[in-house]
């Protein structure tokens, strides 16, 4: 499917741009040229205005603009977070607990380590979030962080699974429960 550049006006075949591959090439130049500028006068690179002192990943911005930027991306973390845990359950598998503080997702088969190994770079934390947050897995559920240690430490099995230890769930109905 033929679309019309955004800047030239020209047809192009890009699925993924408004804009040609030619026309993509000079803003990137364009924009790098402006970013160094912009670096050597001092001036803040997202809001352009305010003195930019503070370098945050790529960019060198202004305190108010650094302190959104975090906010921001913290928001979104947690937001991927919650949809994960929810889709998940919602609470310990094991135990019942439902902060989201004290919630994690732990690998039913004791197996994280050879996902963590095979993927250079993006190995845990938000970027694992990300990648079962679009792709539901049956080898993962939420426990909290005393539960998923436990069973870490115990070969498998929680301890409150253990020597007559009343869970909070009857032990048949979590998964991974031996």
């Known amino acids: 499917m033929k679309k019309t550049c955004s800047r030239c006006k020209k047809s192009h075949d890009s699925q993924k741009y408004a804009v040609c591959d030619p026309c993509r090439a000079k803003c990137k130049v364009d ?104 792709n539901h897995r049956d080898d993962l559920q939420v426990l909290c962080y005393n539960c998923n240690c436990g069973r870490h430490r115990n070969g498998g099995v929680c301890p409150h699974m253990q020597e007559g230890e009343k869970s909070y769930y009857d032990c048949s109905l979590v998964r991974g429960c031996a």
């Not at 970013?35 to 002192?53: A, N």
């Not at 991927?80 to 598998?93: E, H, L, N």
Request: charged share 40%; hydrophobic share 20%; with cysteine.
């Open 31 to 134: 924009n790098k040229a402006r970013y160094e500028k912009m670096k050597e006068e001092g001036i803040c690179t997202r809001c352009r205005i305010k003195p930019g002192m503070i370098k945050k990943r790529r960019h060198f911005m202004c305190l108010e603009c650094t302190q959104e930027s975090d906010r921001k991306w913290r928001k979104w973390r947690d937001d991927v977070y919650q949809g994960v845990i929810d889709q998940y359950g919602g609470k310990c598998a094991c135990c019942g607990e439902t902060s989201l503080k004290f919630l994690t997702i732990d690998h039913i088969n004791n197996d994280g380590y050879k996902e963590k190994g095979g993927n250079k770079g993006n190995r845990g934390g938000y970027s694992f979030y990300k990648r079962i947050r679009d």
